[in-house]
C-alpha cells in the first residue's frame, strides 16, 4: 500500500506516452497570472506555497494565486489508531462561511452562481467538485480535470508533514525500521476527509479517459490504502483492471493472494477471471509480446470457472462469443446466472470494466479453449446465496468494515455503482439505496458519520 508520490504524476505519463511537443508546456510551470480570479496577484507567501512540490498535484500556469481558505490537516488525538496514524481535514470559520454559501448555491440551483463563487474562492474543495461535475456533463472533460487537479493540489498542500513522510515509502529502507511505520488513515466518517476520497474517485475517471492508466492505477491504489479496512468506494472491484490496463500484473496477484483481504476476495467473483489475465500479460512479457501457451492462466482461469461460472457466462453474451467465433456456450455455462443479488452486481461491475481486456483475441482463444474443457458443476437445488451468507459469517455483514448491509448490498458497493453512472449497473441497485443517494458533492454519506 505504499505509493511512490511520483506515480501519481500524470503529465509526466502524458509526456512518456505521447511526447513533450504533445503536452501543455506550462504542466508544472506552477505560480501564473489569475487564470479564473481569486486573488490573481498574490502575496509571497502565496506564490511560495504555489511553487511547493506536492504530493497529489503540481500547480499550473495560469491556476489563481491564493491561499487554501482555511483548509488544513490535523493529527486525531495522539494519532495512532487500531488503522494507523489518523489525520483528519480541518476547515477554519472563513472556510465554513464559504462552505454556507456553497451550500446557498447548491440550493439556488443556478451554475452562473456557483461559478461566480469559485471565481472568489479558487480553492474551495466542494465548489470545485461540483462545478467539475457541471463540465463533466456538458462533457468539458480537460477543464473538469483540471478542476480535479486543483482540488487534489488544495489537499496536497494542506497536508500534514508526517502524512506525506508516512505515505511515501523511505528512499532508503534499511535506515527505517518497517515495523515502526504506521500507514496514514483518514476515517471515512468525517465530510471533510470524503471531499478527498471523491476528488480522487472523480480523476481516477478522469485519468482513464486520457488513457494514463499508471497515474490512474496509482491514485486507486492510494485511495483503497486511506481506510483499507471500510474501503468506502469498494476500490477493490475496480484495482484488477486499472493494474491490467496500466500492464502492472504483479500488482493483481499480490492484490488477489494477499491473506488480510482473502475473505472479502472471495466475495468477488471476478477476481480469479483477473488473476488469468495477469498471468496472460506476464507470459507475453517473457515471449516478447507474441504470447506463448499462457499454461498457468489457463489453469487458473480454469479455478475461476469452476468457483463462478456465471461470470463466463455472461461474458459469453456481452462479447458476442457464438457469432464471432461460432462457438455454441459450453452446456455446463449455458443458462447460469448468479445465485443472489450482489453477486449478479458485481458480476455485472466486473464485466462492464473487463470486456474490453477479454475481447482481445488471446483472452477470448483461452476463455473459450477452457470453458470448452472444464467440467463444471451443475447449479445446486439449495438457495446458494443464502449458504454463502452463512459460511463467511460476519464478514457477509461486514463486507467493508463500518458498511451497513441493505437489501444484501453492502454500502461501499452500492457507492461504487452510483460513482460508475452505468445505467445498466446503476438498474441492478435495490430501492432502499436509491432512495440513500445524496447530493453530487456528498453521494451516499455513511450512516456512522460525524
Known amino acids: 500500500l505504499k505509493i511512490d508520490p511520483k506515480s501519481l504524476d500524470a503529465a509526466q505519463e502524458m509526456r512518456r506516452l505521447f511526447g513533450r511537443a504533445a503536452m501543455n508546456d506550462s504542466t508544472d510551470d506552477g505560480g501564473g497570472g489569475g487564470g479564473g480570479g481569486g486573488g490573481g496577484g498574490g502575496g509571497r507567501a502565496e506564490r511560495g506555497m504555489m511553487l511547493k512540490r506536492n504530493i497529489f498535484a503540481q500547480a499550473k500556469a495560469g491556476w489563481p494565486r491564493a491561499g487554501s481558505g482555511g483548509l488544513s490537516m490535523t493529527l486525531v488525538g495522539e494519532g495512532q489508531s487500531e488503522y494507523g496514524t489518523e489525520f483528519k481535514f480541518q476547515h477554519s470559520p472563513a472556510y465554513q462561511d464559504v462552505q454556507r454559501q456553497f451550500m446557498m448555491c447548491v ?18 474543495i466542494s465548489t470545485l467538485l461540483q462545478v467539475s461535475e457541471i463540465w463533466t456533463h456538458q462533457r468539458d472533460h480537460t477543464l473538469a480535470g483540471d478542476l480535479l487537479e486543483r482540488a487534489l493540489f ?28 504506521n500507514h496514514p488513515y483518514l476515517s471515512f466518517r468525517h465530510f471533510t476527509n470524503r471531499e478527498l476520497f471523491l476528488s480522487i474517485w472523480r480523476y481516477i475517471h478522469n485519468l ?84 506463448g501457451e499462457f499454461i498457468l492462466a489457463r489453469e487458473y482461469l480454469a479455478k475461476a470457472l469452476r468457483k463462478a461460472p456465471w461470470v ?76 454463502h451468507k452463512e459460511s463467511l459469517g460476519e464478514e457477509w455483514q461486514n463486507w467493508g468494515e463500518g458498511e451497513e448491509m441493505v437489501d444484501e448490498i453492502p454500502g461501499n458497493v452500492a457507492r461504487h455503482v452510483i460513482l460508475m453512472d452505468v445505467p445498466g449497473i446503476t438498474a441492478g441497485l435495490t430501492r432502499g439505496w436509491k432512495e440513500r443517494v445524496g447530493m453530487v458533492y456528498d453521494p451516499v454519506a455513511p450512516k456512522d458519520a460525524i
Open 154 to 181: 488544495a489537499f496536497g498542500r494542506s497536508t500534514h508533514s508526517t502524512f506525506v513522510f508516512l505515505l511515501s515509502p523511505p528512499s532508503n529502507p534499511n535506515s527505517i525500521s518497517l515495523a515502526t511505520l
Open 208 to 291: 482513464t479517459m486520457r488513457g494514463t492508466f499508471r497515474a490512474a492505477a496509482s491514485y486507486a491504489r492510494l485511495l483503497y490504502s486511506l481506510d483499507w479496512r471500510r474501503d468506502p468506494y469498494a476500490m477493490v472491484l475496480a484495482l484488477d483492471y486499472l493494474l491490467l490496463k496500466a500492464h502492472q500484473p504483479q500488482h493483481v496477484l499480490t492484490l488477489a493472494h494477499a491473506k488480510r483481504w482473502e475473505k472479502r476476495h472471495n466475495m468477488i467473483p471476478g477476481i480469479g477471471y483477473s488473476v488469468a489475465l495477469a498471468y496472460m500479460q506476464i507470459e507475453e512479457d517473457k515471449h516478447g509480446g507474441r504470447g
Open 312 to 387: 463466463a457466462a455472461r461474458l459469453w453474451q456481452v462479447l458476442d462469443i457464438e457469432e464471432k467465433m461460432g462457438k455454441r456456450i459450453p452446456s455446463g455455462l449455458w443458462g447460469r446466472t448468479a445465485p443472489d443479488t450482489l453477486s449478479n452486481l458485481l458480476t455485472e461491475i466486473y464485466v462492464e470494466r473487463m470486456r474490453e481486456l477479454w475481447g482481445a483475441a488471446d483472452a477470448m482463444k483461452i476463455l473459450v479453449e477452457t470453458a470448452e474443457i472444464v467440467r463444471v458443476a451443475p447449479p445446486p437445488l439449495v438457495n446458494v446465496g443464502e449458504v
Open 107 to 124: 440550493l439556488s440551483m443556478d451554475p452562473n452562481r456557483m461559478i461566480s463563487l469559485l471565481h472568489h474562492n479558487p480553492y474551495h
